[in-house]
C-alpha cells in the first residue's frame, strides 16, 4: 500500500497552536525495505531500499539552519546503516558518504564555538543531538573511520552539562547535580514525581523562543545570567519549548549512553 500511495500524512493537533510537520517518508520506505529483504531475501526489496536510500540521500535537519517542527522526523536515518550491510561495496560507500557529508556539514557550524556544538538551536535541539552523535557512531561502525569520534564525546558531553548552563539535560542525571527539575510533564505538575532519565527538549534560539505562544515562567529564572539575545534554556514548568521531556528523544539517548556502556 506504501508503494502504492507514496508520500506522508500528518495529524491534525485539535486545539493546539503547533502541529508535527513531518514531509519525509522515502527513509522509511527504505528501512522497511530493507528489513523485508533481510527477512525474506527477494531482491526486489533490495533493489526497493537502494531506490529509496538513494532519494533519501541528505535528506536531514542537518542541510539547513531551521525547519519546520518535526519536518524531517526521525531525526536519525537509521535505514543507511540496516542497508549497509546488504549491499555491495561501492554501495556501502555511498551509504556512508551520506552519513559523511552530514557530519561534515554540521561540524562547520561546531568550528564557530567554544563548545564545538554543530546543532541548530530548533525545537527539540537536545534530541537532534543525540542523533548526531548516534550517526557518528553509526557511521564509525560501518566504515571503522574515528575521524569524527572527538566530536560525538563534545556532542555527549553537552548533554551533561557542558554547556553555557551548566547543566545535565536529563532529568535526574546526575543524582546529586545540576539537572532538569522543574519540567513541563504531567507526572512532574501533578504528583512532583520526578521521571529519571527523561531528555528535556533543550535549548532554543531566542528568536524562536519570542515567538512561541503560551509560554510563561512560572519562577524566577534561576539561569537569567546565562541567557542571551541568541539562544535560551529555561529549567521550569512554564518552557514547553525547553523543558519539556521527549519520549522519542530520551529513546534515542538510551541507545546513545547504551552504546557507551558497551565500551571496556
Excluded at 29 to 34: K, L
Amino acid at each position: 500500500m506504501a508503494k502504492k500511495q507514496e508520500g506522508y500524512q500528518q495529524g491534525n493537533s485539535f486545539g493546539a497552536p503547533y502541529r508535527y510537520n513531518e514531509d519525509t517518508w522515502t527513509d522509511d520506505m527504505e528501512w522497511a525495505a530493507a528489513e523485508l529483504y533481510r527477512a525474506t531475501r527477494e531482491t526486489r526489496y533490495l533493489e526497493d531500499a537502494k531506490k529509496y536510500a538513494v532519494a533519501t540521500g541528505t535528506l536531514s535537519w542537518i542541510e539547513n539552519d531551521t525547519t519546520a517542527h518535526y519536518q524531517h522526523y526521525p531525526f536519525l536515518n537509521i535505514a543507511h546503516y540496516s542497508l549497509y550491510s546488504l549491499v555491495d561495496d561501492d554501495f556501502k560507500k555511498k551509504l556512508a558518504g551520506y552519513y559523511q557529508a552530514g557530519i561534515e556539514k554540521t561540524l562547520k557550524r561546531a568550528n564557530k564555538n567554544a563548545f564545538g556544538y554543530g546543532v541548530p538551536f530548533i525545537w527539540c535541539s537536545n534530541n537532534l543531538a543525540v542523533d548526531l552523535a548516534l550517526q557518528i557512531l553509526l557511521y564509525e561502525k560501518m566504515t571503522g573511520d574515528l575521524t569524527y569520534h572527538s566530536y560525538a564525546l563534545a556532542i555527549r558531553d553537552w548533554l551533561l552539562g557542558r554547556n553555557p548552563w551548566g547543566t545535565s539535560m536529563f532529568m535526574n542525571i546526575p543524582q546529586h547535580g545540576e539537572y532538569p527539575q522543574d519540567v513541563h510533564t504531567s507526572t512532574w505538575a501533578l504528583t512532583k514525581k520526578e521521571v529519571p532519565g527523561g531528555l528535556v527538549d533543550g535549548p532554543i534560539y531566542t528568536r524562536i523562543y519570542n515567538s512561541l505562544i503560551g509560554l510563561k515562567l512560572n519562577q524566577p529564572d534561576e539561569m537569567a545570567a546565562f541567557q542571551n539575545t541568541y539562544v535560551v534554556y529555561h529549567d521550569d514548568i512554564g518552557d514547553y519549548s525547553t523543558n519539556e521531556p521527549t519520549m522519542d528523544g530520551t529513546a534515542c539517548a538510551i541507545m546513545l549512553l547504551a552504546w557507551f556502556e558497551q565500551i571496556p
